[in-house]
């Protein structure tokens, strides 16, 4: 995903991108690279700019603020071993947790993972989707970690994080492909 790199690129100019997928790597790397055949994410951009002059520049920005794209492993101790990162001023998690997640155990454990990349006053934005049962590919239909806002609040309280911002958008459009009942967005401090 990319779309919220184009923000991110504003802020910093020296981002990793961690993925937990090696097929998810090649394409964000084949994009990257502008190789042919990359995915196409300029749509992405203009809903993010509402102005098609600026595409380039800013698909430029990010490119120039991704300095590695990594491997995770979120059963690791150390999720990108054997590499060790410096700890991170902000993460950016926007629907990993929805899709790998079987229960809240899972969640807080793997925040806490993620809260441990961080640096004491880091900040972490989080993005989701509310009570999200299942979400296909293709013609296959996958398990979604259903969660509310009181629970996510909670995990980051509990977690040590100060929530700055939450904002939540319930659904406006009814799709077979995702079900979930809104999206969530939280700006949080360590």
Same mark, same amino acid.
């Given at each position: 995903m990319v779309p919220h790199l184009y923000a991110a690129s504003e802020f910093f100019k020296h981002v990793i991108v961690l993925k937990v997928s090696d097929r998810c790597i090649m394409e964000l790397k084949r994009w990257l690279d502008t190789r042919t055949g990359a995915f196409y994410w300029g749509h992405a951009t203009k809903l993010h700019l509402g102005n098609s002059d600026q595409l380039q520049d800013k698909e430029e920005n990010v490119r120039s603020a991704v300095q590695h794209v990594m491997k995770c492993d979120l059963e690791k101790e150390n999720v990108t071993d054997p590499i060790v990162l410096p700890p991170a001023d902000c993460i950016i998690s926007a629907g990993?947790?929805?899709?790998?997640? %079987? *229960?809240?155990?899972?969640?807080?454990? @793997?925040?806490?993972? &993620?809260?441990?990349?961080?640096?004491? /006053?880091?900040?972490?934005?989080?993005?989701?989707?509310?009570?999200?049962?299942?979400?296909?590919?293709? %013609? *296959?239909?996958?398990?979604?970690?259903? @969660?509310?806002?009181? &629970?996510?609040?909670?995990?980051?309280? /509990?977690?040590?994080?100060?929530?700055?911002?939450?904002?939540?958008?319930?659904?406006?459009?009814?799709?077979?492909?995702?079900?979930?009942?809104?999206?969530?967005?939280?700006?949080?401090?360590?």
């Open positions: 990993l947790l929805d899709v790998i997640c %079987k *229960d809240q155990d899972d969640f807080i454990r @793997y925040l806490r993972k &993620f809260s441990a990349l961080m640096k004491p /006053g880091g900040n972490m934005i989080f993005i989701g989707c509310l009570e999200m049962t299942y979400y296909t590919v293709g %013609k *296959d239909k996958f398990h979604g970690f259903p @969660y509310d806002e009181e &629970f996510v609040r909670k995990a980051l309280v /509990g977690e040590g994080f100060v929530i700055d911002y939450c904002n939540v958008k319930k659904r406006t459009n009814v799709s077979d492909i995702i079900d979930y009942n809104g999206v969530i967005f939280i700006a949080a401090h360590k």
